[in-house]
């Protein structure tokens, strides 16, 4: 049997032969190519034929968006200065009642800071969280750095959460003490 010749099948009929029955549509369609005898017996020139489509296959990553420049020079410089604080600051909150006690001194608030035990005890845990929120700020930093998004903001809003816990932990023991709290009083007199 030649390859022109149609196939038979199994009840008796011929089988057609690829798109011999497929109306132009389902063949246009199929081919995806324009109708060239319509726009031809128009007198149109065709459409140019659509481009064909890409197999399916791995895909590649996004590219990086593009950031500026100087958001990885102001966030290693925000990281770094945050770095040297926390080195210079965090030994100093472990001895709190000390700063309180010279602070009064100092001012001129009479009588003595008092409070020291808890001084001491706020004053540690305003460190260990100045320490922590460093780290957490630095490894949040570091991240969007290195999946190329802004980056400088961050340090920022690192700094001002840390500093908020730490006036909370240092005004705890600073508004107990009898002689600070006398003393407010005598200023409102």
Request: proline share 11%; glycine share 8%; charged share 15%.
């Amino acid at each position: 049997m030649s390859d022109l010749a149609p196939e038979v099948g199994p009840d008796g009929r011929q089988r057609p032969r690829y798109g011999e029955y497929a109306s132009p549509e389902e063949q246009r369609s199929r081919i995806q190519q324009p109708d060239v005898t319509d726009a031809l017996s128009a007198g149109i020139a065709p459409a140019p034929a659509p481009a064909p489509a890409i197999a399916p296959g791995p895909v590649a990553p996004a590219p990086v968006a593009a950031r500026p420049p100087a958001d990885r020079i102001i966030t290693i410089v925000l990281l770094a200065m945050g770095a040297v604080n926390v080195v210079f600051s965090v030994p100093s909150f472990f001895d709190v009642g000390t700063a309180f006690a010279r602070t009064f001194e100092a001012m001129g608030i009479p009588g003595d800071f008092t409070n020291t035990p808890s001084a001491d005890m706020w004053g540690a845990i305003a460190g260990v969280l100045l320490l922590a929120t460093y780290l957490i700020t630095a490894l949040a930093a570091w991240r969007r750095l290195r999946a190329g998004k802004l980056s400088w903001w961050i340090p920022v809003v690192g700094a001002v959460v840390a500093y908020v816990a730490i006036v909370i932990c240092l005004s705890v023991p600073l508004a107990s003490d009898p002689a600070f709290q006398e003393y407010i009083r005598s200023m409102g007199a």
